[in-house]
């Protein structure tokens, strides 16, 4: 399975968060670094450990 995320370094940092669930940001020390902090923060909010998560999806029309 794979998910689609947004990603940029500032300075030393790399920061990003997944298209489902732009509201939930993530950061890490290199680009390896940050994908296992976006995969542990898709488990959690997929888990129902975090309440009223706010997703992104899409709706057919027509």
Known sequence: ???RYVHWQEDD???GYLEEF???W???VSLEDLQEHLRDLYNDLT???IPN???VTELELG
């Open 47 to 49: 888990s129902g450990v």
């Open 22 to 24: 732009p509201d939930y």
């Open 1 to 3: 399975m794979t998910v």
């Open 53 to 55: 998560v706010r997703r």
């Open 13 to 15: 940092t790399w920061l």
């Open 26 to 28: 993530t950061q890490g």
